[in-house]
């Protein structure tokens, strides 16, 4: 068999999947170990001995001292490797973990189906730092189509409980593996998947080649499916990892690839069988009988051995193994002929992929849609930001990006939306395109849209949202709306209190809200507090208002709404004197400040989903209220760049100190937490010099000890390997600045 051609070069091995059991406990009729040409799985010993073991675990450590390798990983597998039961599975981590203490970090991972997970399994995983992906095709038709007994009972429930029982484990949960199947709905698959709250989803193209094409209903059938999971990924703010998608994304931007499905990184994985045998890539199985087979076991060969063989080359020599099609490919980059199984017809795999048509699609439209052309954020941009400031085109930039988002995340509500209510939004979009994306940026309409599609709750408000962007339009409306907590709310416009019933007919006549029932209704346009010519909305209607763990304040008496008033002033004369390098960001960012209700102290918050809003009980010093207005922005900015970029892992789940809490902070917690304390760090520092007496020792104080924190923090997160390069040179920038203000403290 043609393998490809090949380089030469040997790349060390740093991925190692090793079947632990080579049988299984389910009959699923799209697995590639068991219904696919290659059937050397009947001839291997069902279960790996201790002996093969321990010549696994001093073959790996004889290759990372060769190599002088950081970190390798090793995925224990099958067949279904729970079958192996819980004494072989700890004997095996051990044997592993004490080849390889002292010479390198080691990640332990295992993929299970989840049938015989039970509470003794996670307590042998919690003890040797094992993390657990479950296979899952999605919701329970979708599962059944594929997943089941050799009876042809469900496997459903059982997965369902492996998975619950991890979501109790965090630190254990590595994420769930799909294989797609077109005939399923996509977005029920998504959604059953996500709601599970995996860190990481993997969805799989099934196992296929030229000689056995996937069913394929539509020439671009595959793409069509991942397209609509995309796009409502997107629209519901990428909630959790989808390696693929990220992979794309990454591999725009000329980052590598997170998976071997696409890219064009080297293969660094080699699969060792039951009886100690080395394998080529576990997919091939379904090439032809015999495919995976390198004739190199580590009884007899070292890793070195097998990493010369043509078949592990051919997975190595980037785009000049391709075939002539792939090489000429304007998106070869991205996909990197997908997935080498996938690549195989006639007795060679010197073809573009069987899922040629969809990965190009696919690749497109993500590019497209990802590509940040409007969007894109500049080197010297994300240097701004990431020092802890970011001026008003920085913040403009953000800006335009969150109303992609929101554009996205209205499409994504479009099936559920009426056809009157969208003939509005699409009315309004032609002839009063500002009045719209007015109401549509009003922070809580994307909290709520977010809300709503993750709920999958009904949509009843998207006509308080184009009420009021007719109303702000000067048009005049007549439309049912929603009712929440005896009040009509109309974004950014105001509030009719004293309306019963879930529902009601708004009507909106020249400039005159009122509604079609018996009653009064009163009016209360929405309240602003105001300095010079900058003008921020004060919340304190709005039924969506997300202030993460405070409460939000109730309704503000006049009283209460003009303490705010002559509150804010003051702070915002202060930032513009005292703290210029925040002011020109808060002005092109800010929209929004919701008062909440007073705990005793100084508390504040951003929800993640709320870009322009800053939520706080009104401080009694308005210095005070200066720097929770800059602290709580930092939050605002860094949830945009996420919104834009990866700068972490989001499948990681290490846990980390922060020297200002007590409790362990996960890892995008931490980074939120260290960019809003740059913020109160130059707080203070500036601080010292406009104060004077026990004041200024208090400023001195607070400073040190920031601005100490704030150092530390971010070594941290620099130390913590879960940073993507972006990551790194933002998070090291953030450092720069601090580090630079430490002489002073
Ligand atoms: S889209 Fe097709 S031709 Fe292009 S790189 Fe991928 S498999 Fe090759």
């Not at 295992?110 to 399994?121: A, E, I, K, P």
């Not at 922005?633 to 020297?659: E, I, N």
């Amino acid at each position: 068999m043609t393998q490809g051609r090949l380089t030469g070069v040997i790349t060390p091995f740093r991925q190692f999947v090793l079947k632990v059991h080579s049988r299984c406990d389910l009959a699923c009729n799209h697995c590639y170990v068991y219904e696919h040409a290659d059937q050397s799985w009947r001839g291997r010993p069902k279960v790996i001995s201790l002996h093969t073991v321990e010549r696994v675990a001093s073959r790996i450590a004889e290759h990372v001292k060769q190599h002088d390798l950081e970190q390798i990983d090793v995925v224990l597998h099958g067949g279904e490797p729970l079958l192996a039961g819980h004494e072989r599975l700890a004997a095996i981590s051990t044997a592993l973990r004490t080849a390889l203490d002292g010479l390198c970090r080691l990640g332990l991972h295992l993929q299970t189906n989840g049938v015989r997970l039970d509470d003794r399994f996670c307590e042998v995983f919690a003890e040797h730092g094992i993390r657990v992906g479950v296979s899952l095709d999605g919701d329970r038709a979708a599962n059944d189509r594929h997943r089941l007994f050799a009876s042809g009972r469900s496997s459903h429930d059982q997965a369902v409980r492996a998975v619950e029982r991890l979501r109790n484990r965090p630190e254990l949960y590595a994420g769930l593996l799909c294989t797609v199947d077109v005939a399923n709905d996509p977005i029920a698959v998504y959604e059953a998947l996500r709601d599970l709250r995996p860190p990481r989803i993997d969805f799989l193209l099934p196992y296929a080649t030229w000689d056995n094409p996937p069913d394929r209903p539509s020439e671009t059938a595959y793409a069509d499916w991942l397209i609509a999971i995309f796009e409502r990924w997107q629209a519901d703010g990428r909630p959790t990892s989808v390696r693929l998608f990220e992979s794309i994304i990454r591999t725009g931007r000329g980052e590598p690839s997170l998976t071997e499905a696409v890219g064009l990184e080297p293969s660094t994985m080699i699969v060792i069988d039951t009886d100690g045998s080395y394998e080529l890539v576990d997919s091939l199985k379904v090439a032809y009988d015999g495919a995976p087979a390198t004739g190199h076991d580590v009884f007899h060969h070292a890793l070195d051995e097998v990493g010369s063989h043509p078949g592990v080359l051919a997975r190595q020599g980037g785009v000049e193994t391709l075939s002539a099609t792939c090489q000429e490919c304007p998106i070869v980059a991205s996909c990197g002929g997908g997935l080498y199984t996938h690549r195989f017809r006639a007795g060679s795999f010197d073809h573009p992929s069987v899922f040629c048509a969809d990965l190009f699609k696919l690749v497109s439209h993500i590019n497209d849609q990802t590509k940040i052309s409007p969007h894109t954020v500049s080197f010297s941009s994300l240097d701004s930001l990431a020092a802890g400031f970011g001026g008003a085109a920085e913040i403009e930039l953000l800006a335009n990006a969150q109303r992609s988002l929101r554009r996205a995340l209205l499409a994504a509500l479009r099936p559920k939306t009426p056809d009157r209510v969208w003939d509005m939004f699409t009315r309004l979009d032609q002839h009063h395109r500002d009045a719209l994306e007015a109401v549509l940026a009003h922070p809580y309409v994307r909290v709520w849209a977010v809300e709503c599609l993750q709920a999958d709750g009904e949509t009843t408000y998207l006509a308080n949202v184009a009420a009021a962007a007719m109303i702000r339009a000067g048009q005049d409306v007549t439309l049912p709306v929603a009712v929440a907590g005896g009040a009509v709310y109309l974004p950014t416009v105001g509030t009719l209190r004293g309306v019963d019933g879930e529902t009601v007919t708004l009507v909106a006549q020249q400039g005159r809200v009122t509604v079609m029932r018996e009653g009064a209704p009163e009016w209360h346009a929405v309240r602003t507090v105001t300095c010079g010519d900058f003008s921020l909305v004060l919340e304190d209607a709005d039924p969506y208002r997300d202030s993460h763990q405070w409460p939000a304040a109730g309704t503000l008496s006049d009283d209460e709404a003009a303490a705010w008033q002559d509150a804010f002033e003051r702070a915002w004369l202060l930032i513009e004197k005292e703290y210029p390098q925040y002011a020109d960001g808060l002005r092109s960012g800010l929209t929004t400040l919701t008062p909440l209700a007073s705990a005793g102290h100084d508390v504040s918050s951003a929800a993640r989903h709320a870009f322009g809003a800053v939520a706080m009980a009104r401080p009694a010093d308005p210095a005070m209220l200066a720097m929770l207005l800059i602290h709580e922005f930092q939050h605002v900015k860094l949830g945009a760049v996420f919104d834009l970029l990866d700068l972490y892992d989001r499948s990681h789940t290490g846990l980390y100190h922060a020297p200002w809490r007590e409790d362990l902070r996960p890892l995008e917690g931490l980074l939120q937490g260290t960019y809003a304390h740059i913020g109160v760090t130059d707080f203070w520092r500036t601080r010292r010099h406009a104060v004077e007496g026990a004041a200024r020792d208090k400023a001195e104080e607070e400073f040190a000890r920031w601005c100490g924190h704030t150092v530390a923090a971010t070594e941290t997160l620099l130390a913590s390997r879960a940073l993507t390069s972006v990551g790194e040179r933002f998070v090291a920038r953030m450092r720069e600045t601090v580090t630079s203000w430490q002489h002073d403290a």
